[in-house]
T-cell receptor
């Protein structure tokens, strides 16, 4: 079975500061996709950023960027200029290129402190 | 694009009763997924449809669980003879083939008394 590990159950960051959330995964395949999803309190899950494993360049979406280390099977999320609205659970997720099944980590609860 | 919708949003039932949940995916999405999420955990994959075909089922999906997507549009998830351990949030997500980006619904929170 594939596993996704998020070793930081809770994190906090001061507003306007930068924070990095960690994720590692386990697979023997070469073609896959990685995602970070955000789940605000009592609201539905939304996609933050995605990374194709065949791309060496790290994905960036505005204040969100990833550090994808394929050999180390590591996929961390960096949030710059943190905002109060970034307070949420963040889930790292993995799927193969077929997209038949997604695997999620246990999540990191991020609190942005004003 | 009205997003993924789920009905009901909350369901309270007594142990042993049957419950059915509905998911309406985004209209042009041919892939549909069901997940279960318990408090403090990430979503756990239950099953996956491509159009009307159920292509993947998790070992978590015991014989008390059944899912259908009869016309390749909406889907239903039925739990028979509910147990207290079935209490969870049931999430539905949809995507288009080749995109591998899932759009999630708001979930149905099930409480089994």
């Amino acid at each position: 079975a594939q596993t996704v590990t998020q070793s930081q159950p809770e994190m906090s960051v001061q507003e306007a500061e930068t924070v990095t959330l960690s994720c590692t995964y386990d697979t023997s395949e070469n073609n896959y996709y990685l995602f970070w999803y955000k789940q605000p309190p009592s609201r539905q899950m939304i996609l933050v950023i995605r990374q194709e494993a065949y791309k060496q360049q790290n994905a960036t979406e505005n204040r969100f960027s990833v550090n994808f280390q394929k050999a180390a099977k590591s996929f961390s999320l960096k949030i710059s200029d943190s905002q109060l609205g970034d307070t949420a659970m963040y889930f790292c997720a993995f799927t193969y290129s077929t997209g038949n099944q997604f695997y999620f980590g246990t999540g990191t609860s991020l609190t942005v402190i004003p | 694009d009205t997003g993924v919708s789920q009905d009901p949003r909350h369901k309270i039932t007594k142990r042993g009763q049957n419950v059915t949940f509905r998911c309406d995916p985004i209209s042009e999405h041919n892939r549909l997924y069901w997940y279960r999420q318990t408090l403090g955990q990430g979503p756990e994959f239950l099953t996956y449809f491509q159009n009307e075909a159920q292509l993947e089922k998790s070992r978590l999906l015991s014989d008390r669980f059944s899912a259908e997507r009869p016309k390749g549009s909406f889907s239903t998830l039925e739990i028979q003879r509910t147990e207290q351990g079935d209490s969870a949030m049931y999430l539905c997500a949809s995507s288009r083939t080749g995109w591998n980006e899932q759009f999630f619904g708001p979930g149905t929170r099930l409480t089994v008394l």
